[in-house]
């Protein structure tokens, strides 16, 4: 804590110490001097709250919620300190006891809890369960904390002393209670303190932070020795733990963290500077309240035993911390039942986005490679027979140019749609661009009937932005069987088994006979049969087309609608 810090906790500590000399003293009178000392402690924790909640505003993650969580701590601790000087300062009552303020003053640690559990920061997974949950959580954490630390100091010591001492039982009670629960927090505080991940990011606000918890803690610590003693009063000295410390907490709230600091210096923080979260921290974190109570169930079945009662106490209390700790456990099983759903979902997309092209929702490449692959080896078993089916759409740039790349995508989607609808027993992928490969479990000739279907179906025209396209496509077919052949497209003198024709082979074939087909006349299907002998495929709603290069055009209607008949060339 340096620079601008530092000079800030000074100025703000010599107002402090100012006041309480001041009101200390008793130059003013001892009315006058308790009256400033009220209104000192008010203002100071009113101050607090209203910090904490303004900066909370302009902050996100973790230095939202801990500012939060004292906004409404301190706002609960200024209504008990509004209450307690009500009683002494209007009613002129020296040590107000086991009144209406406690309530506030109580209900102060149990929303700091959460608070200095947000300085651990947010891991990945209480990232993902959520605000909501997140704040439950830190809320049943730090009741069951300060709960079951009561029990326990109960049921081994201050039991005892309540009911050994002079001051009356309720009294003394309250009064014990203050630092008891200043205890947990400034054990948490040093826990804190001595994890340098955490305290690295947020150095400055834990410290500042921590010394007003400590300095109250200190004050709390002796109105129990006063009211222990009997006391009639609390001088006003004392008193200067609660001025001071609500006074850094407000300091604490208004202080960025390092990284902040560092973004103003610097202008960009990179992903490196942010500490990783440490896994032991977090689990300690989840395991803390349930070790708690192990310890609770321990020593109060040891008292149990050697007493043979247990003080009510230590039966309302112990029995209220069990209840949280079982919602506590309802809502983290709700919460890991919806965190299993959401990552089943998750890894359900990501298996579907791995397979499948993103556009048309076909299968992709490498989803079409294993089919294939699979489909190879079952026909080598002698398990049914397959062809497979290369499709390329003719003049398809000409889509892009016309009507952009929307447009073609707007195509591309519907083309995929009929080529689903026209293979029955077999898999659909879009193999790259504006191809598409079909896998058929069927003889040749179906194969060939499938090849059709599929032209004719593609040639249809598709309204456009109110215009109708219409796009052929050529096919190469191969039936996966005994298709090796020449260079030149000419079967060997000795035909290959199956065996010997790798899937990339099986897809060369299919891509020469597709090419064939463009250059013998656009909107054609050539095919090899199990000899491996190239052919064209008859295609009787093409009879006038085969050879020729008709005009499909983007925007152009089906060329066999023309009324000019189609160039050859």
């Known amino acids: 804590m340096t620079g601008p810090p530092i000079r800030r906790v000074a100025v703000v500590l010599g107002c402090v110490l100012s006041v309480v000399l001041v009101a200390g003293t008793g130059v003013l009178g001892h009315r006058t001097s308790v009256l400033i000392d009220d209104i000192a402690q008010l203002a100071g924790g009113v101050t607090a709250t209203v910090v904490c909640w303004r900066t909370a505003s302009r902050r996100t993650g973790s230095e939202r919620h801990w500012r939060?969580?004292?906004?409404?701590?301190?706002a609960c601790w200024s209504a008990g300190m509004a209450v307690w000087a009500f009683y002494r300062s209007a009613l002129n009552t020296p040590l107000p006891t086991t009144s209406v303020a406690d309530v506030g003053f109580f209900l102060f640690p149990v929303f700091a809890v959460p608070a200095l559990l947000a300085f651990t920061g947010l891991s990945p997974r209480r990232a993902a369960a959520g605000t909501r949950h997140l704040w439950s959580m830190s809320l049943l954490d730090g009741a069951i904390i300060v709960g079951s630390l009561f029990v326990l100091s109960w049921a081994t010591a201050l039991g005892a002393t309540v009911r050994s001492t002079r001051s009356h039982s309720l009294?003394?009670?309250?009064?014990?209670?203050?630092?008891?629960?200043?205890?947990?927090?400034?054990a948490m505080i040093v826990l804190l303190a001595t994890i340098s991940r955490t305290s690295a990011r947020y150095r400055t606000q834990l410290a500042l932070l921590g010394s007003g918890i400590s300095m109250m803690a200190v004050s709390d610590s002796i109105y129990a020795y006063l009211v222990a003693v009997g006391a009639d009063m609390m001088p006003v000295l004392t008193d200067s733990g609660f001025i001071a410390g609500t006074a850094l907490i407000a300091l604490a709230a208004a202080t960025p963290s390092t990284i902040d600091a560092d973004?103003?210096?610097?202008?960009t923080t990179s992903t490196a500077q942010l500490p990783p979260k440490s896994a032991a921290v977090e689990r300690t974190q989840l395991l803390l309240p349930y070790a708690l109570m192990g310890v609770i169930g321990v020593v109060l079945a040891f008292v149990w035993v050697h007493t043979g009662e247990l003080d009510s106490p230590v039966i309302v209390v112990g029995s209220a911390v069990v209840l949280l700790a079982l919602v506590r456990q309802m809502i983290t099983l709700i919460q890991h039942d919806n965190l299993l759903r959401s990552l089943s979902r998750a890894q359900a997309e990501l298996s579907h986005r791995a397979h499948h092209d993103g556009l048309?929702?076909?299968?992709?490449?490498?989803?079409?490679?294993?089919?294939?692959?699979s489909t190879v080896a079952d026909v080598r078993a002698g398990r049914g027979q397959a062809v497979l089916l290369l499709i390329d759409l003719d003049d398809f740039k000409s889509v892009n140019d016309r009507f952009g790349h929307a447009g073609g995508d707007q195509l591309l989607i519907e083309l995929a749609r009929r080529l689903e609808r026209c293979v029955v027993d077999g898999v659909v992928a879009r193999y790259g661009g504006d191809e598409f490969t079909v896998l058929v479990r069927v003889d040749l000739e179906t194969g060939h009937a499938t090849a059709v279907r599929i032209a004719s179906a593609l040639r249809s025209p598709h309204v456009i932005d109110g215009r109708p396209v219409a796009v052929g496509a050529c096919v190469g077919v191969v039936q996966i069987g005994r298709c090796e052949t020449n260079d030149d497209g000419t079967p060997y003198s000795k035909p290959h088994r199956i065996d010997d024709v790798e899937e990339d082979e099986l897809m060369r074939l299919a891509d020469r006979a597709m090419y064939r087909a463009k250059h013998g006349g656009k909107a054609g299907i050539y095919a090899y049969d199990s000899s491996g002998i190239l052919s064209e495929?008859?295609?009787?709603?093409?009879?006038?087309?085969?050879?020729?290069?008709?005009?499909?055009?983007?925007?152009e209607p089906d060329p066999s609608r023309l009324i000019v008949p189609p160039t050859r060339t």
């Open 68 to 74: 939060v969580s004292m906004a409404a701590g301190m």
């Open 171 to 186: 009294e003394f009670l309250v009064a014990i209670m203050y630092p008891i629960t200043d205890l947990v927090l400034v």
């Open 263 to 267: 973004r103003s210096t610097t202008g």
């Open 360 to 373: 048309t929702g076909l299968l992709n490449r490498s989803s079409f490679d294993e089919h294939l692959r």
């Open 537 to 555: 495929v008859p295609n009787l709603l093409d009879q006038g087309m085969r050879g020729t290069s008709p005009k499909i055009v983007a925007g």
